[in-house]
Nanobody
Framework: QVQLVESGGGLVQAGGSLRLSCAAS????????MAWYRQAPGKQRELVAT???????SYTDSVKGRFTISRDNAENRLYLQMNGLSPEDTAVYYC????????WGQGTQVTVSS
């Protein structure tokens, strides 16, 4: 059973930065895929960024050049560095892992004020 716990969310002004962290209960080096999703009020959950076990990354178009996903296998942590935040980035951000099954964290709120 994989447990994921996000942290690092908060309130930030437009143009600011936040770094989200996701602590995993297992050894993430073997996880096929980890990702960050987000869900804004009244909208569907959307994929923000993905990183594979080999370190390949991908991003949704709206965050390319602003967000960076990374993983620290030694610390069993997933990160999302978010720069140049805008009010449109306001959402609950969820950590996701695929390892013999699908696992989600509880989410962390990110609010960007204009």
């Amino acid at each position: 059973q994989v447990q994921l716990v996000e942290s690092g969310g908060g309130l930030v002004q437009a143009g600011g930065s936040l770094r989200l962290s996701c602590a995993a209960s297992g050894n993430i080096f073997s996880y096929n895929r980890m990702a960050w999703y987000r869900q804004a009020p009244g909208k569907q959950r959307e994929l923000v960024a993905t990183i594979t076990s080999g370190g390949s990354t991908s991003y949704t178009d709206s965050v390319k050049g602003r967000f960076t996903i990374s993983r620290d296998n030694a610390e069993n942590r997933l990160y999302l560095q978010m720069n140049g935040l805008s009010p449109e980035d306001t959402a609950v951000y969820y950590c996701y892992a695929f390892h013999l099954g699908v696992y989600w964290g509880q989410g962390t709120q990110v609010t960007v004020s204009s």
